[in-house]
């Protein structure tokens, strides 16, 4: 597990610099109460959770876009990636596909 913090730039970006690729990665923006978001391997880049909400997993193709080799990219969603607002990402490796 890995904490990574980074700044929303509004519009894509590639948070890259972890040791693993991750199979879950957690979500808060430190600016906002915005929701916490997580999104897995298992579920898919498009599905995402909000660990401080009930309620079923939802679509979100602009939020979190793609698991990486050292991290993870984001598309333009606001509670993603807002232009000049302070995140922090949680990144976890599955140890059953670790190597």
Not at 24 to 43: E, M, P, Q, Y
Not at 68 to 78: C, E, H, R, V, Y
Request: glycine fraction near 10%; hydrophobic fraction near 30%; avoid cysteine.
């Amino acid at each position: 597990m890995e904490a990574k913090k980074y700044t929303g730039n509004g519009s894509t970006q590639t948070i890259a610099g972890l040791n693993h690729q991750p199979d879950l990665v957690w979500i808060k923006n430190r600016a906002t109460n915005d929701s916490h978001k997580l999104t897995d391997s298992v579920r898919g880049v498009t599905k995402e959770l909000e660990a401080n909400a009930k309620g079923p997993e939802v679509a979100n193709a602009d939020g979190f876009t793609a698991f990486n080799s050292d991290g993870f990219t984001l598309g333009d969603d606001n509670e993603y990636n807002t232009n000049s607002e302070a995140y922090i990402a949680w990144a976890w490796k599955n140890s059953a596909t670790a190597g």
